[in-house]
């Protein structure tokens, strides 16, 4: 396998104006790329209310061959605890300590939203990829197909993971948006050998021009000699050759 997953994180209506500029953007570079589209239903904790336009287009985003994954439930670690927490996800890491029954309910919630909207979710993809040991035992009483780490995707129903180098810009100040464009251009080519590569974009990347144009740039370079697919065709794949 030699495949490169486009993921857009945090959609929500909250951040669907630049969610939607995003989905555009990876459109003008490779027009035929499926995007994996993460959710979150109760986005920082603003209402899991959202406009009919909202559902429409993620629907619509779907029958173009996109998928919805659920990528935690409000988006925020209720007790951002530890330096790790803070200041590597600013408070957002929502299942980096949450008890079991927690968890459960949360992802339980998130389901409920998806379903009541039409969504179909296979995948659960944790808030800065943060999954704490009872969140992971929460996880196993669901049916997804997948789920990813920081540098793995772990297929769940036969439990194989392979490494997955995950790209992703920081856009939370003027030096990290240098930084980032110049580690992702070096890991980018570091990852040649993985099996997938993941490039994590975020609706805020759109209001930096420079980010923008690196990540367009990067991903239109990796699609050249990766297969574009969602995580739910990577987990099928991964299935399918494990049998
Ligand atoms: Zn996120």
Known sequence: MKALCIVLHDVAPPTWAAARAMRAAVRAVCPHAPVTLLVVPNYHERGTEAPEAYFDWLRACVAQGDEIALHGYTHLDPQPRGWKRRLYTAGEGEFAALDRAEATRRIASGRLWCARHG???????APAWLLGRESWEALSDFEFDYTT???????????????APGIVYSARSRARRVLSCGWNALLARVAHAAPLVRVG?????????????????LVRRLARHRECLTKRHVAARLRGRAA
Do not use: I, M
């Not at 969504?119 to 993809?125: I, K, Q, T």
């Not at 780490?149 to 490494?163: A, C, I, K, Q």
């Not at 974009?201 to 740039?217: E, R």
């Open 119 to 125: 969504l179909a979710v296979r995948g659960f993809v």
């Open 201 to 217: 974009l975020h609706p805020v990347d759109t209001c930096h021009p420079q980010v923008l144009h690196h990540a367009q740039a």
């Open 149 to 163: 780490t920081l540098t793995r995707f772990v297929e769940l129903r036969g439990g194989r993971s392979v490494p």
